[in-house]
């Protein structure tokens, strides 16, 4: 899933890389720090000038991980995830806020809500979203369960911004879920 190498840049990822500090770097709660990245992202998304063709390589057999960005400090990192078609996550949550953008294609998301069920708990699917291409959205935990796959027939690609150092921890994923699902 990962790519473990030092991510080329081009220039118009720098600026991307310098709008996002900036935004972090403003310390504000994590809803609002979601918000103004995405703000920052969206202008960047679809542009030609914006990845490398290798950044862009899927792998036929998941969807593939491509490390942009980790800031030194570990506030944040910038990720391209690749989706062939058909290629999908399990349903999980995250460790830090994120906000995620469609560069190129589109991505279905189902997202679920835990909820006690006895003993237990089990999901139920709340909402079904399709972003297009140029689409942000932004989540903080806890409320951010879902599972996310290419149902289109090309390529998809996401940037996905994180609070946190995913090169260093590898995945944003914090927790998977292997629950009954109440689906829609």
């Known amino acids: 899933m990962t790519t473990p190498t030092a991510a080329p840049t081009t220039a118009r990822l720098r600026g991307l890389i310098d709008d996002v500090r900036e935004a972090v770097g403003r310390g504000l709660p994590p809803d609002t720090t979601a918000y103004l990245v995405g703000e920052r ?5 679809g542009a030609d000038d914006l990845l490398t063709p290798e950044q862009c390589e899927g792998d036929p057999e998941r969807y593939r991980q491509h490390i942009l960005h980790a800031e030194p400090d ?35 998301e189902r997202r679920y809500r835990l909820v006690p069920d006895g003993t237990s708990c089990r999901l139920v699917a709340t909402e079904d979203v399709v972003n297009a291409q140029g689409d942000v959205c932004g989540f903080a935990p806890p409320g951010d369960i879902h ?13 996905h911004v994180y609070g946190a150092d995913i090169a260093r921890l590898g ?3 914090r927790r998977v879920y292997h629950l009954p699902a109440d689906e829609l």
């Not at 992202?41 to 998304?45: D, E």
């Not at 599972?147 to 940037?159: D, E, Q």
């Open 147 to 159: 599972r996310v796959r290419n149902a289109c027939s090309s390529t998809a690609i996401s940037i």
């Open 41 to 45: 992202l969206a202008g960047h998304l």
């Open 74 to 108: 570990g506030s944040f990192s910038l990720v391209a995830l690749v989706w062939l078609p058909g290629q999908q996550t399990s349903v999980h949550d995250h460790v830090s806020w994120c906000v995620t953008g469609v560069h190129q294609g589109a991505e279905s």
């Open 171 to 173: 995945s944003s994923v």
